[in-house]
């Protein structure tokens, strides 16, 4: 198949001639619709925000209409979709979407660059009618807006009414959905190729017949070295449509099963159920327009010392099952990566999925990311705690992991073996500082000092007994 096809605002189209790299923001832009701005490239602005529509469903019946980031979005990645940008939200007779006269009547529109961003995201939010102010600014973390205007915004997103942003057509979104179950296979004509195929076995003969291609889950960190360092793939291996690695579900013990390639947004309700901190924990994940389509997955194909998941997967017991040219295998999140940016996986190995295990009776999740901003930025440290506590006052179980803190995330053995068995108490918490300090090596960089990190991870063994024995801490609320 040497074409792709998705609608835009409502009509069908067909592309045949662009780079299979080439992201959905260039493609727009030269198509003339430039309402869609390029602020950063990377994910981070929101400028560029459009929504995407891949067929999916809500439990209500409605479309699953999700705010993306079009400048790390291949455009291969449309194919079988909808996309809605700015330009397609009015009605076609001159009445602008309810986002764009919500925006207007707050005094909420500000500069040119941001404004389209911000109208998209609140589209976005009025298809949703369960909303509450958390809900409000999550979905809005993901769009910057330097001139502070972020209050009448807000107001804007209080005031909008359920709206879909196009009507449904039946007979070309059933289309669509048929697209989407069978593989693609685009050839540019460059000679680059974008393949998504549709089962697990097809996946590894591709792999092993392309050893060059990139493995692309959901491109917010891949899509940086296309849009930043200009590499050009000579293939993209597409995880999108293999379901096999789409499932969330919850498992009859009280545990949970997170397919690879599962975006983050699909799995917060059920974290949420499992521990409350663990989803607000995950929130803090880039923006809305990154958990839309950022995996688990990716995080730890990763292997960053500074990504999220690891140090809650560790906290939690969590295992990563593998799959490759040897079978199925699973090992402990703890053990998955092995020092910096490198992990146990073979070149050939993918990983299907986390599992995690139930909560440890009477045990508690908390999650704690420190980064310079709440909202949409990278940890600096992070430090996710299983604690539980004996009758008796006595720490029964304690499982400590930290990010930022050394080449990579680690489980702080040390401060595991110094506080089980103590009483809980601020005293036993102050005290653990020097076997966090033992477990962990720091290095300074842009995000802070090696001693601002140990003093941070240090801090936040005491912040753990504040918030489960203690009175807790005043937290900062947004806004
Ligand atoms: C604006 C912005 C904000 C961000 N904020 C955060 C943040 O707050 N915290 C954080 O941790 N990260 C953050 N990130 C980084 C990124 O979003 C996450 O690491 C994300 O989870 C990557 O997932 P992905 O599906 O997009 O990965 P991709 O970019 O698709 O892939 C990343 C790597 O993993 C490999 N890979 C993907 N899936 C698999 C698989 N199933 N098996 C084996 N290898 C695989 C890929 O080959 C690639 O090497 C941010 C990124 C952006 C752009
Ligand atoms: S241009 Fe900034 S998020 Fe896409
Ligand atoms: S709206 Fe663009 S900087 Fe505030």
Request: proline content about 6%; glycine content about 10%; charged content about 25%.
């Amino acid at each position: 198949m040497t074409e792709l096809q998705f609608t835009l605002n409502g009509s069908p189209r067909r592309v045949a001639d662009q780079p299979a790299h080439r992201m959905t923001l260039d493609w727009l832009r030269a198509q003339g619709l430039r309402a869609t701005k390029e602020g950063c490239a990377e994910g981070d602005c929101g400028a560029c925000t459009v929504l995407l529509d891949r067929g999916q469903t809500r439990a209500d019946g409605t479309p699953d209409w999700r705010a993306v980031c079009a400048c790390i979005l291949p455009l291969a990645q449309l194919d079988g979709c909808r996309v809605v940008t700015t330009e397609g939200l009015s009605d076609g007779q001159g009445q602008p979407h309810p986002a764009q006269t919500a925006m207007a009547e707050q005094f909420a529109t500000q500069c040119g660059y941001c404004s389209p961003g911000f109208v998209m995201s609140l589209a976005a939010i009025a298809t949703r009618p369960e909303r509450d102010d958390d809900s409000l600014m999550d979905a809005l973390a993901g769009n910057l807006c330097r001139c502070t205007g972020y209050r009448p915004i807000l107001d804007a997103a209080r005031s909008l009414p359920v709206t879909q942003p196009r009507p449904n057509d039946p007979a070309l979104d059933a289309g669509q959905q048929d697209r989407r179950t069978t593989r693609l296979d685009y050839t540019a004509p460059d000679g680059g190729r974008f393949v998504a195929p549709t089962t697990l076995d097809e996946l590894a003969a591709l792999r092993a017949a392309l050893p060059d291609a990139w493995l692309w889950a959901g491109g917010t960190d891949l899509g940086l070295k296309v849009t930043k360092d200009g590499a050009h793939p000579p293939t993209i291996l597409s995880l999108d449509r293999l379901d096999a690695l789409h499932e969330v579900r919850s498992t009859d013990d009280g545990g949970l099963v997170v397919g690879a390639a599962a975006p983050y947004a699909d799995m917060l309700d059920r974290l949420a159920a499992l521990a409350p901190d663990l989803a607000s924990y995950f929130r803090r994940l880039g923006g809305a327009q990154i958990r839309n389509i950022g995996t688990v997955g990716g995080n730890l194909g990763t292997a960053s010392p500074i990504g999220d998941s690891l140090p809650a997967l560790i906290a939690l017991d969590a295992g990563v099952e593998l799959i490759g040219p040897r079978g199925r295998r699973r090992v402990a999140a703890a053990d998955f990566v092995t020092g910096y940016r490198q992990t146990v996986m073979a070149a050939d190995d993918l990983i299907a999925a986390i599992r995690v295990p139930p909560p440890t009776p009477g045990s508690r999740f908390a999650g704690y990311k420190i980064a310079k901003r709440v909202d949409q930025d990278i940890s600096g440290v992070s430090g996710c705690f299983r604690i539980a506590v004996a009758d008796d006052g006595t720490v029964a179980e304690l499982r400590a992991a930290f990010g930022g803190v050394a080449p990579r995330p680690l489980r702080a053995t040390g401060t595991e073996a110094f506080l089980t068995g103590k009483p809980w108490t601020r005293e036993t918490a102050r005290a653990a500082r020097s076997a966090v300090l033992e477990d962990i090596s720091p290095i300074s960089d842009a995000r802070g000092t090696a001693d601002y990190r140990k003093a941070v991870a240090a801090n936040l063994v005491e912040r753990l007994w504040h918030d489960t024995a203690g009175q807790g801490v005043t937290r900062l609320e947004a806004l």
